[in-house]
């Protein structure tokens, strides 16, 4: 049987400013990194439209 899942921790202070900047400001991937997760997607894509 599974086990149930933890309640998520709340952030306070200084810890929640830090991850509330860090989820407005995502950090950027390179072009290289976004053209080789279009090529890996539509590789994945293509197995199974055939």
Do not use: Q, W
């Not at 400013?17 to 400001?25: D, S, T």
């Not at 995502?26 to 197995?47: A, G, T």
Request: charged share 35%.
């Amino acid at each position: 049987m599974a086990r149930p899942i933890k309640e998520t921790p709340i952030l306070y202070g200084e810890d929640a400013r830090v991850f509330e900047a860090r989820m407005k400001n995502p950090p950027k991937e390179s072009h290289e990194k976004i053209e080789e997760i279009n090529r890996d997607y539509n590789y994945i894509m293509s197995l199974f439209a055939n």
